[in-house]
């Protein structure tokens, strides 16, 4: 169906990946793998389709080189462009009556309900990715108008790793959307 899709005119396919990790991915009972996202990368690209991945990088089982091995892959499959930068930031929100609460090691790192949030606050084992979160947070939120690659150079330098992607000159950018609202230092207007 991507022929299809790229015929009728379709820009590109949004796809929630969430992780690169199965273990990640089965806990999320996503039903898809690393391999599989992969594919979907090289079946868009063969379709001329831009695939848009979305992303839930930082959750209980996420580690620091787990995080610096998303940031490789995006940079190995060329994807840096195509990602949000703010995908790269999120937090896995855990909601009352989630079925992620049943799981031993989510009761273990989640706290009290907070109706303020509507979310079971959760604190990773290693305060190190929690720190790390919170500067790349911090980085996305302070780099809303800069180019993609600009910031994930800086991401990929709080993760450890060099990114390898150089934008070729003259090379178009994939279609996106704007989507400043995740990163407001201001409420929206109500319309």
């Not at 299809?4 to 273990?23: P, Q």
């Not at 063969?46 to 940031?71: H, K, N, S």
């Not at 995006?74 to 994807?79: E, G, K, M, S, Y």
């Not at 979310?119 to 919170?134: E, I, S």
Request: with cysteine.
């Amino acid at each position: 169906m991507l022929p299809v899709l790229r015929e009728t005119g379709c820009l590109f396919v949004t796809s929630a990946v969430e992780s690169i990790d199965d273990t990640v991915l089965e806990h999320l009972r996503k039903g898809h793998t690393r391999a599989g996202f992969v594919r979907a990368v090289s079946l868009c690209r063969d379709a001329g389709l831009t695939l848009a991945p979305t992303f839930v990088p930082f959750t209980p089982w996420t580690t620091r080189e787990g995080y610096a091995e998303l940031i490789e892959l995006l940079d190995t499959l060329d994807l840096i462009d195509h990602v949000a930068p703010i995908q790269l930031a999120i937090r896995l929100l855990i909601t009352a009556g989630s079925p992620l609460l049943e799981l031993p090691d989510i009761r273990r790192a989640v706290s009290e309900f907070d109706p303020a949030s509507l979310t079971c606050p959760w604190v990773h084992a290693d305060p190190a990715v929690d720190a790390l979160q919170q500067q790349v947070m911090t980085l996305v939120a302070g780099s809303a108008h800069a180019p993609r690659l600009q910031t994930f150079r800086g991401i990929a330098a709080l993760a450890g790793t060099e990114p390898r992607a150089r934008r070729p000159f003259g090379r178009l950018l994939p279609p996106t959307l704007s989507e400043p609202w995740y990163c407001c230092a201001e409420p929206l207007e109500t319309f």
